[in-house]
Protein backbone atom coordinates (compact mmCIF):
# COMPACT_ATOMS: atom_id res chain seq x y z
CA UNK A 1 0.00 0.00 0.00
CA UNK A 2 3.10 2.37 0.59
CA UNK A 3 4.16 1.95 -3.01
CA UNK A 4 0.27 2.61 -4.28
CA UNK A 5 0.00 5.91 -1.90
CA UNK A 6 3.94 6.97 -2.68
CA UNK A 7 2.91 6.81 -6.61
CA UNK A 8 -0.24 8.43 -6.97
CA UNK A 9 0.96 11.09 -4.40
CA UNK A 10 3.62 11.57 -6.80
CA UNK A 11 1.48 12.06 -9.65
CA UNK A 12 -1.10 14.00 -8.23
CA UNK A 13 -1.54 17.53 -9.78
CA UNK A 14 -0.67 20.66 -7.61
CA UNK A 15 -2.94 23.70 -8.25
CA UNK A 16 -0.07 26.19 -7.93
CA UNK A 17 1.29 24.39 -11.04
CA UNK A 18 -1.08 25.80 -14.21
CA UNK A 19 -1.03 29.34 -13.27
CA UNK A 20 2.65 29.65 -13.45
CA UNK A 21 2.69 27.64 -16.66
CA UNK A 22 0.73 30.13 -17.96
CA UNK A 23 3.45 32.98 -18.11
CA UNK A 24 5.83 30.65 -20.62
CA UNK A 25 2.98 30.60 -22.74
CA UNK A 26 2.16 34.26 -22.65
CA UNK A 27 5.56 34.73 -24.02
CA UNK A 28 4.64 32.08 -26.75
CA UNK A 29 1.55 34.26 -27.97
CA UNK A 30 3.41 37.17 -27.92
CA UNK A 31 6.32 35.49 -29.97
CA UNK A 32 3.54 33.67 -32.25
CA UNK A 33 1.71 37.67 -32.92
CA UNK A 34 5.23 38.47 -33.59
CA UNK A 35 6.15 36.07 -35.66
CA UNK A 36 2.84 36.24 -37.96
CA UNK A 37 3.73 39.79 -38.41
CA UNK A 38 7.20 39.36 -39.64
CA UNK A 39 5.58 36.63 -41.91
CA UNK A 40 3.09 39.34 -43.43
CA UNK A 41 5.81 42.11 -43.98
CA UNK A 42 9.32 40.55 -44.45
CA UNK A 43 8.33 36.73 -45.57
CA UNK A 44 5.41 36.97 -48.00
CA UNK A 45 6.17 39.31 -50.13
CA UNK A 46 10.15 38.33 -50.48
CA UNK A 47 8.69 34.59 -50.51
CA UNK A 48 5.32 33.97 -51.23
CA UNK A 49 2.52 32.51 -49.14
CA UNK A 50 3.36 28.79 -48.89
CA UNK A 51 7.34 28.65 -48.43
CA UNK A 52 6.23 31.96 -45.72
CA UNK A 53 3.94 29.77 -44.19
CA UNK A 54 6.55 26.88 -43.76
CA UNK A 55 9.52 28.87 -42.68
CA UNK A 56 7.32 31.35 -40.59
CA UNK A 57 5.87 27.51 -38.31
CA UNK A 58 9.41 26.58 -38.24
CA UNK A 59 10.73 29.85 -36.39
CA UNK A 60 7.81 29.48 -33.91
CA UNK A 61 8.27 25.64 -33.40
CA UNK A 62 11.61 26.63 -32.85
CA UNK A 63 10.47 30.05 -30.06
CA UNK A 64 8.44 27.59 -28.54
CA UNK A 65 10.89 25.37 -27.92
CA UNK A 66 13.49 27.63 -26.93
CA UNK A 67 10.87 29.32 -24.09
CA UNK A 68 9.51 25.64 -22.71
CA UNK A 69 13.11 25.04 -22.34
CA UNK A 70 14.12 27.99 -21.13
CA UNK A 71 11.54 28.08 -18.43
CA UNK A 72 11.68 24.23 -17.52
CA UNK A 73 15.42 24.83 -16.52
CA UNK A 74 15.01 27.83 -14.49
CA UNK A 75 11.71 26.74 -13.30
CA UNK A 76 12.56 25.94 -9.06
CA UNK A 77 9.30 23.82 -9.04
CA UNK A 78 9.43 19.99 -9.45
CA UNK A 79 6.97 18.82 -11.65
CA UNK A 80 5.09 15.04 -12.16
CA UNK A 81 4.61 14.02 -15.31
CA UNK A 82 1.35 14.33 -15.34
CA UNK A 83 1.40 17.63 -14.47
CA UNK A 84 3.62 17.99 -17.33
CA UNK A 85 1.18 16.45 -19.90
CA UNK A 86 -1.23 18.68 -18.36
CA UNK A 87 0.56 22.06 -18.86
CA UNK A 88 1.34 20.48 -22.80
CA UNK A 89 -2.32 19.80 -23.06
CA UNK A 90 -3.58 23.26 -21.91
CA UNK A 91 -1.11 25.22 -23.75
CA UNK A 92 -2.77 23.54 -26.70
CA UNK A 93 -6.03 24.57 -25.77
CA UNK A 94 -5.03 28.24 -24.96
CA UNK A 95 -3.50 27.92 -28.44
CA UNK A 96 -6.36 26.52 -30.28
CA UNK A 97 -9.08 28.70 -28.51
CA UNK A 98 -7.10 32.36 -29.28
CA UNK A 99 -6.57 30.90 -32.91
CA UNK A 100 -10.15 30.47 -33.36
CA UNK A 101 -10.79 33.60 -31.66
CA UNK A 102 -9.02 35.53 -33.17
CA UNK A 103 -10.30 34.18 -36.95
CA UNK A 104 -14.07 34.53 -35.75
CA UNK A 105 -13.19 38.38 -34.59
CA UNK A 106 -11.39 38.95 -37.93
CA UNK A 107 -14.32 36.86 -39.87
CA UNK A 108 -12.33 34.40 -41.28
CA UNK A 109 -14.39 30.70 -41.60
CA UNK A 110 -13.98 27.87 -39.21
CA UNK A 111 -13.17 26.09 -42.11
CA UNK A 112 -10.12 28.04 -43.12
CA UNK A 113 -9.20 27.91 -39.87
CA UNK A 114 -9.39 24.44 -39.56
CA UNK A 115 -7.50 23.94 -43.31
CA UNK A 116 -4.28 25.22 -41.40
CA UNK A 117 -4.38 21.50 -39.62
CA UNK A 118 -4.69 19.59 -43.00
CA UNK A 119 -1.38 18.04 -43.55
CA UNK A 120 -2.35 16.50 -46.63
CA UNK A 121 -2.62 19.73 -48.04
CA UNK A 122 1.05 20.34 -47.48
CA UNK A 123 0.02 22.51 -44.26
CA UNK A 124 2.57 22.43 -41.46
CA UNK A 125 1.01 24.36 -38.79
CA UNK A 126 0.13 21.38 -37.25
CA UNK A 127 3.80 21.19 -36.14
CA UNK A 128 2.91 23.96 -33.39
CA UNK A 129 0.25 22.09 -31.74
CA UNK A 130 2.25 19.32 -31.69
CA UNK A 131 5.41 21.01 -30.21
CA UNK A 132 3.20 22.91 -27.64
CA UNK A 133 1.77 19.42 -26.07
CA UNK A 134 5.21 17.60 -26.16
CA UNK A 135 7.93 20.05 -25.43
CA UNK A 136 6.95 20.32 -21.72
CA UNK A 137 6.90 16.76 -21.27
CA UNK A 138 10.23 16.46 -23.18
CA UNK A 139 11.82 19.52 -21.45
CA UNK A 140 10.23 19.53 -18.30
CA UNK A 141 10.92 15.47 -17.35
CA UNK A 142 14.49 15.62 -19.64
CA UNK A 143 15.66 18.65 -17.06
CA UNK A 144 14.43 17.01 -14.33
CA UNK A 145 16.12 13.84 -14.84
Given at each position: ??????????????????P???V????????????????????V????S?????L???????????????????S?I????????L??????????G?????????????ST?L????V???Q????????????????G?????
Amino acid sequence: MGLLAATTTAQSIRPFVLPYSLVPWVLMAVAAVVNGGFREIVLVPRLGSYPAHVLSTLVLVVAIALISFLYFSRSAISFTRAELVLIGVVWVLLTTGFEFLVGYLEGTPVSTTLGQYNVLAGQVWILVPLTLLVSPLLFGWYLAG
